[in-house]
């Protein structure tokens, strides 16, 4: 354990010292990492590979969460996750019609099925705004000044953006507020699902093995994009590889890497550690034990829980992680070293008393970031005092934690909306931009399902989970549970009584309410618009506090924490994820554990059947029928999954992992535990993601499923 | 649901104005409630009936838990439900040996299996000793000085009785200090498992039907008590009805209710809705979770979690009624008006100015009560706040969450009796007093078994939550960490070290260090012993803070409410359960749910093959294979289980319901929903105790299980 220990301290302090060592990064597609490819793996990262890539790369966006896939065809056909399939696969499922559960596959592209909601982007090009953003926040305006100066500016962008090239424009805050880039994407909205394997095989293992290795799961699922109608023309895909990699090989991960906080200074991380990780988790062991309730009371239920209760566990499971590498004493060292080190590097060449200092800083750049950076740190640390204080009901209240259904997040739109669309696109809040209105209604009228019981389940738990935050007496309860209205009720009468009586379920009742805007909505005595309405000045108010008190001081605490660091190291370490395009790269090999241990990078089809007998079948080790009949098909030495040393984290799954000609080698779905404190250090001592194999894909196409047209559309055979 | 409501918040007025109508109370023994039951059912309570109810009730206390049972034979056997004899039948189950799951029948005395930690008491006596206590304390004392006091006259009655009688002697305290009783019991230690049921029939259902109704479940077991090596003589015993009750029957039901908070104060009240409840439900989903993760592992850590998952879902269920019952505007407005009503009864003929009243305190006991009921009702105001400053750290550290292990426990006790037993008996901390120590010991030295792997899990889990609620600054994190003596690890590694390395598995060193007394603690090395140290001064000191900052005072106060309550309305109300023996009485009847649905007053056998087959036969609705093999020897309109309005609540289970000839008509296992709110108010409104029928017991005994010479000790055929 402390050989570990000692191991990863060298590794994270290496962050700084030694990148070129290391396969940390999440690199972006404009600055890509080329000379480290060179100088470690003689690699040659040329323009040609690096367009492909790009071009070919996918990302999701459904249900409020997303993903990372790519095109593995010309005609449309785009590879990702079961689990980040999952969305769409359970709102294609009705009762009796379990699609999640019993897999899917059109044997036609007429059989294949359009999802609801599914939006994907295809990234176009990118282009560095900084300058223009910050030209327009002047440096004496006041943060709530500053906050709107910003948020027009960047809404102005985009919006020409979009007039101009048609393309999803959207600008991206890099390094906590560094730098600003704009990214446009080419969108589609009709997608349709073409093959969708059992749950039972694609999360072998569940939520147990959710995050560990040796893993067995052929988590990917294949959709097709559809324009006009017609399979979208994708001369930009990725050969599917017959022969997957091999130990030691070089890869590449190009995907969408959801958040990281690695640059965050050592007292954030210390107030998500005693603060946010805390309150993240207890909601959602509060949101998991109410899912699991409502699943085990009947099948039906089960199944129209599933997919709440994979990403609500999922999460548990990540955020437990990260808590526990916050609290290991070595993680949190080495993050104290690193900014110390910056901080001593940033200032090298200044031997003067401090006192003097401020006479230095307009003589030279360098010195003047390295003095900034002393205020920009204590700035941050202050902040976060700040933040604490309304950090929950802001949670609660305005990212709508104590309202956890989509019928509650439906009304709020509506009734936000019908506030907001009067204004200019630049004055309004940044969801309701013009250039987002077209995604966000796509989602907002989605007919996806929904199932009232499951919804009041949901919002008891959290509206439970409200009260035990704020205590009965606060005032937003009177409001919340309707004592100010009808004498009141307790969460579960309060869910009961919104959720039988709202209208909302009906996506014809939703566009009647948007379009007849703010009349319609003033008009409206639905509960849930009308509980939308009651609590929204509350929300508003604490969403401003955050923008003006935490959001704006940090973004300019962060930008000259960056200034600083671009100085003095360069762009030697990539920003922060934020669900954008990277790539990454690293090595496929095992590792060790335990004295004389060691995993292998791959795992096979054997290795399923085993633990499958081994733990007698049971839920969740329980392979589908179709494996255990056709066991026999199989070759049992064909590798299931495999692991490599590249920087992922959540967001990444379904992600292409492609060899040093960009074929796809693999469809990245996880990491191991190790993993999990990546969110705050890379690491490759026992750290790895982990990878579905090329060759297990088709494998199991060819040998079980009757889908011969996909094989083909995949390798031309 | 208004009808619901205002009908409760009637039920609960009539607490204090009509307590003859409704069938509240969980009476004492000693004030059974004659009245009541002459004037609404026209039973007259006789001294014999009562004497061998009590004399035949049973308390059971194991592993920090307990329930109820009552001697069914003159033999020493008793019966109590499945899910008490649970610690005890998991404790005697090893791996490949699953009692818990698949039952158990001893079919001669000599194969009955004796229990590691199990004790029964059964209550002999009950004497007044409240003016010896309140003498002890004098008016003027400081609330250190006066804890003291009281604590040390409380050790000394118990000594001298035990020394004059051989019985264990325990004072309680009534009414939240209002009075004080001195109980004596019979007490045996050598207590063996005659019969436990497959868990799937005793519990079937689950957690999803915990706390529900119509319920089908044999949660019966059946112990026999042993002295000098031979079956115990119990004159006093219940005899078994064959009969059962019918449909409007009175039913008694006789057992030790653990706790209810019926007298508390409005602001007690609220600060459990805000502070308490919160934070006990955010500490078990974080157990429950870890629980159910370390379940899903193996089969056989399923076998090993089983108790403990089960004992912590219910917690949850349980504290999630009481939540949503505080919550309730029903409820908590209801609460109101019975406090001032008190006050105002308490004062009524008082028409004077306040300002001159204390003129008139001694004139009169009844105008000094009330006049005292002000200030009584401010004070618990004022010590809720007081507490919530320090009560995380206070369950924390001194009641141990954050060690949820029995590891930890032991080590805690092992050090505390080094530092306690030198001094004299009335010094001690409270459990380590003369009168205490066999008890104690007998449950510390226990041979139950213990698995490394699941106490890793479960101090990961409490170690995380400390870290979760105190921040991972706070000093204590330190000790808790290592972070002062090895660097330190997160509360995972932390857990692997301590469990791995600790010797306390084993009894045998336990008792080692006990007897080793003061020198052998110093010495060892033991991790769990040297984290036990290394908190207790910290734990000590927040252990001294509460007695003195709240328990002291708010029994000051309680004191005081409970003169004006007994000057003013008498003793109509029953004191707030104490896991001491108590009589509750009721109707034998169903109850109305929705608009026209009556749900009956009993369920039957062809119920439960039902309700398996509706749902596939999955866990939880799985009946075993005896059941299923055996459907056809059962007679289906067998009643199962049967519901009353008695006053029930958790520490019930396993109570024996009485008819009026005082035989044994059923074994109490559960309350519905409804009743969850009754730990704050009683009504029955919908609001029902659940048993099992006697009938169902015999024909399952009968029909299924090769039991017939248990069949033949209850019923003599």
């Known amino acids: 354990m402390k050989r570990t220990h000692a191991a990863l301290a060298l590794l994270v302090l290496g962050?700084?010292?030694?990148?070129?060592?290391?396969?940390?990064?999440?690199?972006?597609?404009?600055?890509?990492?080329?000379?480290?490819?060179?100088?470690?793996?003689?690699?040659?990262?040329?323009?040609?590979?690096?367009?492909?890539?790009?071009?070919?790369?996918?990302?999701?966006i459904s249900g409020g969460g997303g993903g990372s896939g790519g095109f593995?065809?010309?005609?449309?056909?785009?590879?990702?996750?079961?689990?980040?399939?999952a969305d769409s696969v359970q709102k294609l499922s009705t009762p009796g019609l379990d699609l999640y559960a019993d897999g899917f596959y059109a044997v036609t592209r007429d059989g294949e099925l359009k999802c609801p909601d599914l939006e994907i982007n295809v990234l176009q090009e990118i282009a560095d705004v900084t300058a223009e953003v910050n030209a327009a926040v002047k440096p004496d305006m006041k943060p709530a000044e500053a906050f709107a100066a910003r948020r027009a500016v960047m809404s102005k962008i985009e919006k020409e953006s979009l007039d101009k090239t048609g393309l999803r424009s959207d600008v991206v805050t890099l390094y906590n507020g560094g730098l600003y880039h704009l990214y446009r994407y080419k969108k589609y909205t009709d997608v349709r699902l073409v093959f969708s394997p059992e749950k039972a095989v694609a999360g072998f293992g569940g939520d147990v093995d959710n995050f560990e290795y040796p893993r067995m799961n052929?988590?990917?699922?294949?959709?097709?994009?559809?324009?006009?109608?017609?399979?979208?023309?994708?001369?930009?895909?990725?050969?599917?590889?017959?022969?997957?990699?091999?130990?030691?090989?070089?890869?590449?991960?190009?995907?969408h890497p959801g958040t990281t906080q690695r640059l965050e200074t050592l007292a954030r991380l210390k107030h998500r550690r005693d603060f946010t990780l805390p309150y993240t988790l207890a909601r959602l062991r509060t949101l998991e034990a109410a899912l699991l309730q409502y699943s085990e009371q009947h099948p039906e239920k089960r199944r129209?829980?599933?997919?709440?209760?994979?990403?609500?566990?999922?999460?548990?499971?990540?955020?437990?992680?990260?808590?526990?590498?916050?609290?290991d004493p070595a993680?949190?060292?080495?993050?104290?070293?690193?900014?110390?080190d910056l901080v001593l590097k940033a200032n090298a060449p200044l031997n003067e008393p401090f006192e003097t200092r401020p006479h230095f800083t307009d003589k030279n750049p360098r010195q003047k970031a390295g003095w900034a950076l002393f205020g920009a740190i204590e700035e941050v640390a202050a902040i976060q005092k700040k933040y604490a204080a309304f950090e929950k009901e802001h949670a609660l209240l305005e990212a709508g934690h104590a309202f956890f259904s989509p019928l509650f997040s439906t009304a709020r739109h509506i009734v936000r909306?019908?506030?907001?669309?009067?204004?200019?696109?630049?004055?309004?809040?940044?969801?309701?931009?013009?250039?987002?209105?077209?995604?966000?209604?796509?989602?907002?009228?989605?007919?996806a399902p929904i199932y009232p019981e499951l919804e009041k389940a949901k919002l008891t738990a959290s509206l439970t989970f409200l009260a035990e935050n704020l205590g009965g007496e606060h005032p937003v309860m009177d409001v919340v549970l309707g004592r100010d209205v009808f004498g009141g009720a307790n969460p579960a009468q309060r869910a009961e009584g919104l959720v039988s009586r709202t209208k909302l379920s009906d996506p014809a009742e939703r566009k009647r309410l948007v379009d007849g805007g703010k009349k319609a909505v003033d008009e409206s005595k639905d509960p849930m618009i009308l509980l939308a309405k009651a609590v929204d000045a509350e929300a508003r108010k604490l969403r401003t506090r955050y923008e003006t008190e935490v959001e704006e001081p940090e973004r300019r605490a962060y930008a000259a924490i960056a200034e600083a660091r671009f100085l003095t190291l360069g762009k030697s370490v990539a920003p922060d994820a934020t669900f954008t395009l990277r790539l990454a790269f690293g090595t496929v090999k095992g590792y060790e554990v335990g004295r004389d241990e060691k995993l292998p990078f791959h795992t096979t089809f054997g290795q399923a059947f085993e633990k499958h007998a081994a733990l007698g079948g049971r839920e969740p080790f329980d392979l589908p029928k179709r494996w255990l009949d056709g066991k026999d098909k199989l070759d049992p030495a064909t590798p299931f999954n495999f692991v490599?040393?590249?920087?992922?984290?959540?967001g990444n799954s379904g992600s292409p992992v492609l060899n040093r000609a960009g074929e796809l080698v693999g469809v990245n779905f996880d990491r191991n535990r190790h993993g999990l404190v990546r969110n705050f250090v890379y690491t490759d001592v026992q750290a790895r993601h982990i990878a579905v194999h090329s060759r297990a894909v088709l494998e199991a196409l060819r040998k079980l499923y009757p889908a011969a047209p996909l094989v083909k559309e995949l390798t031309g055979k």
Chains 1, 2 share one sequence.
Not at 19 to 34: F, H, I, K, Y
């Open 331 to 340: 993680v949190m060292w080495a993050k104290r070293e690193a900014e110390i």
């Open 218 to 255: 052929l988590d990917v699922a294949f959709f097709r994009a559809y324009e006009d109608g017609k399979p979208a023309r994708t001369p930009h895909f990725f050969r599917w590889s017959e022969a997957g990699p091999k130990e030691n090989d070089l890869v590449f991960v190009t995907g």
């Open 15 to 60: 962050v700084t010292a030694m990148t070129a060592v290391s396969d940390e990064g999440m690199w972006l597609p404009n600055d890509p990492p080329r000379e480290q490819l060179r100088a470690k793996y003689g690699f040659d990262l040329t323009d040609a590979w690096l367009k492909n890539a790009m071009l070919a790369s996918v990302r999701l």
């Open 644 to 650: 490599s040393t590249a920087d992922t984290i959540g």
């Open 417 to 447: 909306l019908a506030d907001e669309l009067p204004k200019p696109s630049a004055d309004r809040l940044r969801e309701y931009r013009d250039s987002n209105l077209d995604s966000l209604k796509f989602s907002l009228f989605s007919p």
């Open 304 to 327: 129209q829980a599933a997919t709440d209760l994979h990403s609500v566990a999922n999460a548990r499971k990540a955020f437990s992680g990260q808590l526990q590498g916050l609290l």
């Open 72 to 85: 593995v065809s010309p005609d449309g056909l785009f590879v990702t996750n079961h689990h980040v399939a």
